[in-house]
């Protein structure tokens, strides 16, 4: 115990600290050793600091508090463990440190008055396991994994087309029966529940891709939405060509001639993100399946099933290798190159989109873990619809100064033909360039004028062969002849 200082300063240990021993409520503190011990790395839980600011103040009564701890985690939790509990001097004060290590046995329960009780950690807050999280703590105590349980489904009664085409177009080689039980697939006759999610039928409830092309940037209108299921082979493939289906290639310019595809989204990485998601989605969850929500301006791929427990979105980024949750769907995934047996799936799909602006998010959503990819050509779209728009108004502010030109042009052409017309012509000229159907009315109020001044300048301009009148007064229009 000589790092503690480094201990409480590093927040990748999963650490409790108490100001103090509540001697009347040890679940106080016992929660925390049930979640440590259920968790899967070494936990610390330290009397005689101060949770808030870490500082440290020191135990009162330390021979009696160390004697207290021990005698409770001896007499309430179960299964039984022998954690190392130390008192150290720490800045000439001392402090109780308690290190539990993961147990075997799992589920380790809180014990007290005839209820049991077991804890997980989830960041830094000790809960109580729901049944789905019970469920996994008692298989994991039998060292089993959900997809390593033995079902009561016959091997004769299922097919295998799907596993077997892919070993012979990837490996090179057939495989049989025998292959399947070499895998731990088929076991007696049996199949496991891994064998179940590779067989062509499937019946796993739940095992199913649902995938939505939506209209925009939410889940308001679809404009395609499919299910795939059978094999989860088959599943990750159909998926595969739905987002193929609905996703864009953008170009760039390469020199002056040459020019380079950019596909809107990186199929391998899309590829790694739904062959995780059936590899490490926990299938107790009922109600739940794997979803591809296509978005103008993203895919996000949603698995439910939360970290292992204690673990945080930093800690995958940092952890040497992985766990996995289904050892058995890992294994026949790792035969067919699919993934990588020291699980580097999520840092490849980082480096893909290493010259990216906007990279690959990954987040813990409720029991749902999601991973989202944005469109490389979206932000550019909506550029180019902007530009478009700004070039149409620029368009339409020069064809209108063009058409003003015009008019000056033609009443220029006209005073040059015609030098003696006098002002109120000129006037009414212009009035007719701009808009060929005024009326009477709006050329006396336009001009201030009378009608009989109107009526004889028009029949001036109409002499000289410059205006005409087509159609009738009410319906008609005028037309300059120049």
């Known amino acids: 115990m000589n790092d503690i200082e480094k201990i409480i300063s590093d927040e990748k240990y999963n650490l409790e600290l108490k100001e103090q021993i509540n001697f009347k409520d040890p679940k106080n503190y016992l929660k925390a050793v049930s979640s440590f011990a259920n968790g899967n790395d070494n936990g610390y839980l330290i009397f005689g600091i101060k949770d808030t600011t870490k500082e440290i103040v020191g135990v009162k009564n330390v021979k009696k508090s160390y004697e207290e ?16 509990i130390d008192i150290v001097k720490v800045n000439e004060k001392n402090i109780i440190v308690v290190k539990v290590i993961p147990g075997q046995n799992t589920p380790y329960y809180y014990v007290n008055k005839g209820t049991r009780i077991a804890y997980i950690r989830k960041g830094d807050q000790d809960c109580e396991a729901n049944s789905i999280e019970l469920n996994e703590l008692i298989l994991r105590g039998k060292n089993i994994g959900w997809d390593e349980q033995i079902t009561d489904k016959n091997y004769k009664d299922f097919t295998f087309n ?25 076991k007696n006759d049996r ?41 989860v082979l088959s599943q990750i493939d159909n998926a595969m060509e739905f987002v193929k289906k609905h996703m ?44 591809v929500d296509f978005y103008d301006d993203r895919i996000q791929i949603v698995s439910f099933g939360d970290l292992e427990y204690g673990k945080t979105i930093e800690d995958i980024f940092n952890m040497p290798g992985s766990k996995r949750r289904n050892p058995l769907i890992c294994d026949v995934f790792s035969r067919l190159d699919f993934m990588e047996r020291r699980g580097s799936g999520i840092k490849k799909m980082i480096e893909a989109y290493s010259n990216d602006e906007k990279k690959p998010k990954f987040e813990i ?5 999601v991973v989202t990819f944005y469109s490389r050509l979206y932000r550019n779209i909506i550029k180019n619809e902007h530009v478009n728009e700004e070039n ?14 015009e008019h000056v042009n033609l009443i220029e052409k006209i005073k040059e033909k015609y ?5 109120t ?44 009148r087509v159609g009738s007064d009410k319906k008609g229009y005028w037309k300059i002849k120049l």
Not at 419 to 423: A, H, T, Y
Request: charged share 30%; hydrophobic share 35%; net charge negative.
């Open 248 to 291: 864009s290639n953008g170009w760039i310019k390469e020199g002056k001639l040459a020019r380079k595809e950019i596909p809107e989204f990186d199929l391998d990485s899309i590829r790694e993100a739904l062959i995780n998601a059936e590899a490490h989605r926990q299938y107790l969850m009922r109600g739940t399946n794997i979803e």
């Open 162 to 186: 799907n596993l077997k085409r892919y070993f012979k177009e990837i490996k090179g080689y057939n495989i049989d029966k025998n292959s399947l039980e070499s895998f731990e697939l088929v």
């Open 392 to 405: 149409e108004h620029v368009n339409e502010e020069n064809e209108h100064v063009n058409e003003e030109n």
């Open 425 to 468: 012509s000129i006037e009414i000229l212009e009035l007719i360039v701009r808009n060929q159907k005024v009326t009477q009315e709006e050329f006396s109020n336009e001009l201030n004028k009378s009608r009989s001044t109107f009526y004889r300048n028009v029949e001036k301009l109409k002499n000289l062969n410059i205006v005409e």
């Open 419 to 423: 030098p003696k017309l006098n002002k």
């Open 69 to 84: 701890i021990t005698e409770r985690i001896k007499t309430r939790i179960d299964p039984s463990i022998v954690p190392i």
């Open 365 to 369: 959503i409720g029991d749902a873990f």
């Open 191 to 231: 199949l496991t529940n891994a064998a179940l999610l590779y067989s062509d039928q499937n019946p796993v409830v739940g095992s199913f891709i649902a995938c939505v092309r939506w209209n925009g940037l939410d889940k308001i209108s679809a404009k395609d939405d499919v299910e795939y299921y059978g094999s």
